[in-house]
């Protein structure tokens, strides 16, 4: 099965940019469609973006369209999620998770696999 691992977050002022990385391991890369989801102190765990196994379909939370973009290289069995104009109502770990057989889910009870998170904080 499929192993998540996610890099990428740290600290950054509003207005800035990161970008996130999850690496998976084993085969079975392209039979999952992939997202990222967030979670902040005292949340629940929200949709952020999702892609489909080709990446010809992206999903976007309406809090982060325009300025997030989710993509996924299938040759490095990698997925990104860039995050630009950073709000400080982003801060959160990020989650990166694989949903099996789905096309781009944005329902986080589809995801077979999750990795174990990277904080994001933004200040302001």
């Known amino acids: 099965q499929v192993q998540l691992v996610e890099s990428g977050g740290g600290l950054v002022q509003a207005g800035g940019s990161l970008r996130l990385s999850c690496a998976a391991s084993g085969r079975t890369f392209t039979w999952y469609a992939m997202g990222w989801f967030r979670q902040a102190p005292g949340k629940e765990r929200e949709f952020v973006a999702s892609?489909?196994?080709?990446?010809?379909?992206?999903y976007y939370a309406d809090s982060v369209k325009g300025r997030f973009t989710i993509s996924r290289d299938n040759a490095k069995s990698t997925v990104y999620l860039q995050m630009n104009s950073l709000k400080p109502e982003d801060t959160a770990v990020y989650y990166c998770a694989a949903a099996r057989g789905a096309i781009a889910t944005t329902n986080k009870y589809e995801y077979d696999k999750w990795g174990q998170g990277t904080q994001v904080t933004v200040s302001s």
């Open positions: 892609i489909s196994r080709s990446g010809g379909m992206t």
